[in-house]
């Protein structure tokens, strides 16, 4: 059959069909194409197939070789001239790398599901456009013209650039985008429309008029914002997965994050990098941001991985440098930051700005009582301050975390930084500082009072949320010599910091806190908050062994109460007295100071006070073996801490109890008593309930036979204690540890440890609990008797040498005797 006549394509295809005893929808069926496809071709609206569509044509209609050959002559000549060419993707200098899910997400969407406009959103230097071309480059086979690549960065016409990138003559005047639609309205392809932040309502109107007029064409757009219009659909990219903290050494270069970065430092000719543990630590500071680290990783031609590291701890201004081809923006993380800054309306820029305030994030409210300046502010500021938020969320400034039952924002660390330096360089900072420390303040003093109580749990947690804006409103209020803020901050804080053990950071505001009240003289409206200060700084030297200094807070705080008239503060000192007392091994004096306390608490009628003084009474009766004594006193309690609610309390009365039923032999009812209280601890995060329920419930183990589980439960124990900074309890367990290795035939562990656990006795001055002397004296009576002399002496030497951190490595199983 020849065309010498002028046959066209669709003459021709339309006689080979019909030869073929097929009606349009039928070749489309058998093809795999379009009804509409088939009627285009034929009908001359699509003069020129692609070589694919050809193939699937002649296997449908069974074409011999000189009509297949007649056929694409044809098309070819048809084709020759009649349409521009697309602009082409442009390749890729890399490998993606950590988007294995994004890709497959982002492919499935523009596949299925009736997906025409897909967004990649997120923040600048995500990785959106390198996305961008791997989902293009993954999909087109399903679009019969293929991808239009469409770059709006440096362009300030989107109408225009469409055209220009579909080959058309310069599109102008009111009817641009319609001419454009025109042309695609029959054609199947895909537009992907790069950087469309700065052009969002062109971008918006072209996108609304494309998708509406033009059946077969589908959008994919990379944008800091979402464009807003019908059927978007929208794909956040997130930061690249970073290496988990328990990862070992061997498996960081798992890591996404991790193996950007070293494919980036070998492209700069810095191969082989095997600081995986550093490499690991910047890229968790730089959170997983694929510019940041390419930019960091860039700097390895000058730097070792240790100091790129320690430098972006203090500031990300070294992550310049990026490729000279690139846009400027796209050359220094802050110029990628600047970009969408620039952006903002001057609302929005004061929001941002503020929002450097925080670290950790912010819910909505803290973020309006610091803009606004009232603690409380109104439904109007809030809703102003509710649709500003919004707004940074959607241009990808400011992250939202809807996973709890308030949602709470927070910029990535690299934003955070631009954003302080506008707030620094707005002249707000001092005055927002001011406003954020006071928000914090009146937080604090909120959750002070629900500390114990049916709601303690939820207000610990809600503390430790805000743990790192109370640091930087404490640090602000000692920095600046904010006396008042700085005393209730920390003194309001200290039950929280000895609950969640942060002993040795809690201490360190109290006692700065109180250097700068007795810089401020003797004012009286400090002395209630100078007295709970003095409280708390003594009751977390006490947990930390350190008793002299312990002794002298708690006593110059319980003359402030007794001037004040308070006895509810009086009881309490004397409580926390007691406990000094106890743990140097002064029981007597221990009983009457927390008798004194009992005595006021009843007289005040407070049952959560009588409670705590019930059960010290009980810890005090227990330790020096009166068992009955002490249970009595502990049953007492735990049944008023059950009726309060108070979890603490419950937690101690039966870390207590459980310890009565294991020292009087009553083995199974003592692990009842202690799974609950280990159960109820970590519930509450309590980390010293933890450490001590622990403790109690490795020696039952010990004196089942069971001693493989004795020793994890004891190495659990010692590595809270140790972590908590108690020393007086760290000895105990150590101790605990020598009866055990004596008990497996390692009589020089055992005096290794027994060396250790005296050194500690001897640097805190606190003897023996009298409970646990019998079990000791025991262990070491074994031990003497196991080794001679000289190996005794060197073991114990060993033992004194070494710093409690590095005492207990565990049991090797394989080196022990199998259990009895």
């Known amino acids: ?47 020129a197939p692609r070589a694919h569509t050809l193939r699937l044509l002649f296997d449908a209609l069974g074409l011999d070789p000189l009509d297949r050959a007649q056929l694409t002559s044809v098309a070819h000549r048809q084709g020759e001239g009649q349409r521009p060419a697309l602009r082409p993707m442009p390749v890729p200098a890399g490998e993606l790398v950590g988007r294995t899910a994004d890709l497959a997400q982002a492919s499935r969407l523009l596949g299925e599901g009736g997906t025409r406009l897909l967004t990649l959103t997120g923040p ?15 999909v087109a086979a399903r679009f019969e013209e293929g991808v239009c690549w469409i770059p709006l960065a440096s362009l300030t016409n989107v109408v225009a650039a469409i055209g220009a990138a ?3 003559p310069p599109l102008e005047g009111e009817r641009a ?24 309502t ?72 095997d600081r995986f543990s550093q490499v690991a630590r910047v890229v968790r500071r730089l959170e997983g941001m694929p510019l940041a680290i390419e930019l960091a990783a860039a700097r390895t031609n000058v730097l070792t991985v240790d100091e790129l590291a320690s430098e972006l701890e203090d500031s990300f201004a070294i992550l310049t440098g990026g490729s000279s081809t690139a846009l400027p923006r796209q050359q220094s993380l802050r110029a990628a930051i600047a970009w969408s800054h620039d952006l903002l ?70 934003i955070r930084e631009f954003a302080m ?110 007295a709970k200060a003095l409280v708390g700084a003594g009751m977390l030297a006490f947990l930390q062994c350190e008793y002299d200094v312990a002794t002298e807070r708690l006593e110059t705080a319980l003359a402030l109460y007794r001037d004040l008239a308070d006895e509810a503060g009086t009881a309490l000192v004397l409580q926390r007295l007691g406990g000094v007392a106890r743990e140097r091994g002064d029981y007597e004096q221990a009983e009457v100071l927390h008798r004194q306390s009992l005595t006021l608490a009843e007289s005040l009628g407070d049952r959560s006070a009588e409670a705590w003084a019930q059960n010290h009474l009980g810890f005090v009766a227990w330790l020096r073996g009166d068992l009955a004594v002490g249970a009595e006193w502990c049953r007492q309690a735990r049944e008023t801490f059950r009726s309060l609610g108070d979890g603490e309390g419950l937690a101690w009365s039966l870390i207590s109890l459980g310890a009565i039923a294991q020292y009087g032999g009553d083995l199974a009812g003592a692990e009842t008593l202690l799974r609950e209280s280990l159960a109820l601890s970590q519930r509450l995060g309590y980390r010293e309930g933890v450490a001590w329920s622990l403790n109690q419930l490795g020696i039952v183990e010990r004196r089942r036979g069971r001693t493989e589980r004795a020793v994890h439960l004891l190495d659990e124990s010692l590595a809270e204690h140790q972590d908590l900074g108690d020393r007086w309890r760290s000895a105990s367990v150590l101790e605990e540890l020598a009866t055990v290795a004596r008990q497996r035939g390692r009589p020089s562990y055992a005096a290794f ?66 259990d009895q």
């Open 421 to 530: 330096s506008q707030l620094e360089q707005s002249g707000r900072y001092d005055e927002v500082a001011r406003r954020h420390a006071a928000f914090h303040v009146a937080l604090v003093e909120q959750a002070e009072a629900h500390l114990r109580g049916p709601n303690q749990g939820d207000w610990l947690n809600r503390l430790d949320l805000d743990l790192d804006n109370l640091r930087v409103a404490i640090t602000w209020a000692l920095r600046t010599g904010a006396t008042a803020e700085a005393m209730r901050l920390a003194g309001g804080l200290w039950l929280f910091c000895y609950l969640r053990g942060y002993y040795a950071e809690g201490a360190e505001w109290l006692e700065q806190a109180l250097k700068l009240a007795e810089q401020a003289g003797d004012e009286k409206d400090l002395t209630p908050s100078k």
């Open 345 to 414: 309306t001057p609302p929005e820029r004061e929001l941002f700005a503020t929002g450097a305030a925080f670290s950790g994030g912010w819910t909505l409210a803290a973020l309006a009582a610091v803009a606004t300046g009232q603690t409380e502010p109104g439904p109007m500021p809030r809703a102003e301050i509710l649709d500003l938020t919004s707004r940074l969320v959607d241009k990808s400034l400011v992250r939202v975390n809807r996973d709890g039952g308030t949602a709470r924002y927070d910029m990535l660390a690299v």
């Open 166 to 168: 579909l080959g058309l």
């Open 124 to 138: 600048g230097g995500i990785g959106k456009t390198r996305l961008a071309l791997a989902t293009a480059a993954a």
């Open 753 to 818: 440890l027994l060396g250790a656990a005296g050194g500690l006795r001897e640097v805190i001055r606190a003897p023996v609990p009298l409970v646990e002397q019998a079990d000791l004296a025991a262990t070491r009576a074994a031990v003497e008797a196991e080794l001679d002399p000289g190996d005794l002496a060197t073991a114990r030497a060993a033992g004194r040498a070494v710093p409690l951190h590095s005492v207990a490595d565990g049991y090797p199983a394989s080196t022990d005797p199998p």
């Open 1 to 47: 059959m020849d065309d010498a006549h002028g046959a066209t394509f669709g003459d021709l295809l339309r006689r080979h069909r019909r030869d073929a005893g097929l009606s349009q929808e039928g070749l489309a069926e058998r093809a795999g194409l379009s009804v509409d496809a088939i009627a285009a071709l034929e009908r001359g609206r699509r003069r």
């Open 177 to 200: 985008i319609e001419e454009a639609a025109e042309h695609l309205s029959r054609r199947n392809l895909l537009l992907v429309l790069d950087n469309c932040e700065h052009l969002l």
């Open 202 to 273: 062109e971008v918006a109107l072209a996108g609304a008029t494309l998708l509406e007029c033009c059946p077969n064409v589908s959008i994919l757009a990379t944008s800091r914002e979402l464009l807003r219009i019908p059927g978007e659909t929208v794909h956040v990219v997130p930061p690249l997965a970073l290496p988990r903290q328990d990862w070992p050494e061997e498996r960081l270069a798992d890591s996404p994050a991790v193996q950007l970065f070293l494919e980036r430092a070998a492209a700069r000719g810095q191969p082989g990098l």
